[in-house]
């Protein structure tokens, strides 16, 4: 049997051999880039967040008017996410898009290994509520569903081109194919990116983020 794995923009065909090979890769480089993020953020309790707000707000404000113009809304919906201990923190960057009331902000809440993210509103103060299956603080059932128009996207390692490694459960994938038209920004670390010589060639139904952006660049695919 084949499969076929995306490289850049490309599609080509592969081995079950090497698919096998790359599977195993990947589960490699998650744990080291795990374990990498984990450490840094051990080492740099102090971490400041403002210039890297900027950049992202910077990327949120090119998308907004276009975002604007295509719905039947006076505020597009943004999600972000609320970061566990050792995810990149962005709950100032919340803060910070809460403040331009240009925008309607949700949250992810898990339905389980096999499904989709859904997304419930979050304003500042709201009370969360630990998910019952990763432990993930969420907005309660209580808040409404929404639909977003970008999402922040977290991850635990990236390429150049802007695949992203996640937690091997699939939900981003799963949630990029049901929301079709969506515009995504990964926010990392330098230090999670893949290096070329590491060999990471991405899976077909790996998705394809819009831009990445770490505290020191950013990537477009």
């Given at each position: 049997m084949e499969s076929r794995v995306v490289h850049g923009a490309t599609l080509r065909t592969?081995?079950?051999?090497?698919?096998?090979?790359?599977?195993l890769l990947k589960e490699?480089?998650?744990a080291k880039h795990r374990i990498q993020r984990k450490e840094f953020i051990e080492k740099n309790q102090d971490i400041d967040y403002s210039n890297f707000n900027k950049q992202v707000l910077l990327q949120i404000d090119k998308e907004y008017e276009r975002i604007l113009n295509q719905i039947d809304a006076?505020?597009?919906?943004?999600?972000?996410y609320w970061p566990t201990k050792f995810e990149l923190d962005c709950k100032s960057l919340l803060k910070e898009i809460q403040s331009q009331n240009k925008w309607r902000i949700c949250l992810p809440v898990t339905q389980g290994d096999k499904?989709?993210?859904?997304?419930r509103e979050y304003k500042e103060g709201d009370q969360l509520e630990?998910?019952?299956?990763f432990k993930v603080l969420e907005p309660t059932i209580d808040k409404e569903q929404l639909k977003p128009h970008l999402l922040i996207v977290p991850l635990i390692a990236f390429t150049s081109d802007c695949f992203r490694i996640g937690y091997g459960k699939g939900h981003y994938?799963?949630?990029l194919e049901t929301l079709g038209d969506v515009k995504t920004i990964g926010v990392a670390f330098e230090s999670q990116k893949i290096q070329k010589q590491e060999g990471y060639?991405?899976?077909a139904h790996d998705k394809?983020?819009?831009c990445i952006i770490t505290e020191k660049d950013i990537y477009f695919p």
């Open positions: 592969v081995s079950t051999d090497e698919q096998a090979v790359q599977k490699r480089l998650r006076n505020k597009p919906i943004i999600s972000a499904y989709p993210l859904i997304f630990k998910g019952e299956k994938d799963m949630t060639i991405p899976e394809q983020l819009d």
